[in-house]
């Protein structure tokens, strides 16, 4: 079956960083671009980065460039979410997708608080 399993999530004080995971399962990572998600209580659903097939080319949404980075390892089929200097409104279910394809995993909870 064709599914991504979110991992890597949990609860971080402010400024603390997390590694979020993003492994593929019945199909293989290399020919699709990857994009990251987040739904915070309340809100809808938001792209915060993407990443293209080979990992040239990345984009971030203006509430965390700078302190996110994006990454793929295709030979492990898995992109990751590097996430630093974490804020209280970072606070989400973070998800990942290939653009274009309707599903979507579980997710991880990630929580920024003191």
């Known amino acids: 079956q064709l599914q991504l399993v979110e991992s890597g999530g949990g609860l971080v004080q402010p400024g603390g960083s997390l590694r979020l995971s993003c492994a593929a399962s019945g199909f293989t990572l290399d020919s699709y671009a990857i994009g990251w998600f987040r739904q915070a209580p309340g809100k809808e659903r938001e792209e915060i980065s993407c990443?293209?097939?080979?990992?040239?080319?990345?984009t971030y949404a203006d509430s965390v460039k700078g302190r996110f980075t994006i990454s793929r390892d295709n030979a492990n089929n898995t992109v990751y979410l590097q996430m630093n200097s974490l804020k209280p409104e970072d606070t989400a279910v973070y998800y990942c997708?290939?653009?274009?394809?309707?599903?979507w995993g579980q997710g991880t909870q990630v929580t920024v608080s003191s």
């Open positions: 997708k290939v653009p274009g394809w309707n599903f």
């Open positions: 990443i293209n097939s080979s990992g040239g080319t990345t």
